[in-house]
């Protein structure tokens, strides 16, 4: 299905290849085009296979890391720099380590995408901020009410608590999270717990390459990668695809807790069968979050992608100006391959059909 079209006189346009700046030439988290592509973050949805990439200093690393090497045009947050005939200001995300905003300024007026973010903490990036624009293109994933997250106080508060629970009754304390960004958020908040983590290989290789590039983990606890047959009195922190493996499911004994933002997913109880606990950290915007984006960033011209549709018309029904672009190549974040719940809400046209409540 191609993109809607863009009113003529937009900054952006829409192509056969994804949404594209022409005052920047650049291309938005397309995963190929002919010609640069800005890359927000390298979630594997994200990654491009375009000759050029453009992107911040620690996006192109981990990049390089999971699809090989590219021509990276790089530009550290909060630097102007000339692209095209624009100038381009990357800002924080705060949706994993490297994650961008994008802000063109043309002499036409300035466009900002903002990738996939969160306007709460993260404690591997900078803080992200609203951003004041003409032109908003802006993710959707927890586009609808239910999705209004409680404060991540009080979630760590519950992971602290079931790692305690789990430890008391000599059971491995399984954590769930995606490779990139949740894991090593997971991490940071386990160690800083004073736990010992025992980590999947794609995890331990990722939070390597964080301590390369200036994020280490500072504990107390400390961590290492899985060995069969040692996870003693540790953490265990996997990935969502290997909650079903011998990994997890040999462990004589253990209590496993997810963390991601679809807790809230209406069929979560279905689907997350055999966990005994789903805990809405995200590393999203939720829907309250996604609402003061829009209405703060005081664009006169609103494009939500990568999330339901209703969330645009609930914006026009709050006066903003706003439209959904469908289609966009990415629609959620993959990053947390076999994970079932990911692929579901975008694709779900009746959602009381589901609602099991
Ligand atoms: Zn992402």
Not at 65 to 88: K, M, N, Q, S
Not at 171 to 176: E, I, K, N, R, Y
Not at 198 to 210: K, P, Q, Y
Request: net charge negative.
């Amino acid at each position: 299905m191609p993109l809607e079209p863009t009113p003529t006189d937009s900054l952006l346009q829409a192509t056969p290849h994804g949404l594209f700046v022409p005052a920047a030439q650049l291309y938005l988290d397309a995963r190929w085009a002919p010609g640069s592509v800005f890359v927000s973050h390298a979630h594997a949805d994200h990654c491009s296979r375009a000759e050029r990439i453009v992107c911040t200093p620690e996006t192109a690393t981990l990049h390089t890391a999971r699809r090989g090497p590219r021509d990276a045009f790089v530009i550290p947050y909060d630097t102007p720099t000339r692209v095209g005939e624009a100038d381009v200001v990357l800002h924080s995300a705060a949706h994993c380590l490297g994650a961008a905003m994008i802000e063109v300024r043309t002499d036409r007026g300035t466009l900002v995408y903002t990738g996939d973010y969160k306007l709460r903490p993260n404690p591997l990036t900078p803080p992200s901020h609203i951003p004041r624009c003409d032109e908003l293109v802006m993710e959707c994933t927890f586009g609808e009410p239910r999705y209004a997250f409680p404060p991540d106080e009080l979630l760590l508060h519950q992971l602290h608590d079931f790692v305690e629970a789990a430890l008391r009754e000599d059971s491995t304390p399984v954590v769930l999270a995606y490779a990139l960004g949740k894991g090593q958020e997971a991490l940071h908040h386990l160690t800083g717990f004073g736990y010992d983590v025992v980590l999947h290989g794609a995890i331990a290789n990722l939070c390597r390459l964080h301590v390369e590039l200036g994020h280490p983990f500072p504990g107390p606890g400390i961590w290492m990668s899985y060995k069969r047959g040692e996870v003693g009195r540790r953490v265990l922190l996997t990935t969502p695809s290997t909650r079903k493996t011998a990994m997890v499911q040999g462990l004589p004994k253990k209590r496993i807790c997810y963390l991601t933002g679809w807790a809230y997913h209406p069929g979560a109880h279905n689907i997350y069968k055999g966990i005994d606990l789903v805990l809405p950290l995200s590393d999203h915007a939720d829907y309250p979050e996604l609402v003061r984006t829009a209405r703060e960033s005081g664009a006169r011209r609103i494009y939500t992608v990568h999330g339901p549709e209703r969330f645009a018309d609930r914006l026009r029904e709050q006066g903003l100006p706003a439209r959904h672009l469908a289609a966009h190549p990415q629609d959620f974040c993959d990053d947390d391959e076999g994970d079932p719940a990911a692929a579901r809400p975008v694709a779900i046209p009746d959602q009381r059909s589901l609602d099991l409540r």
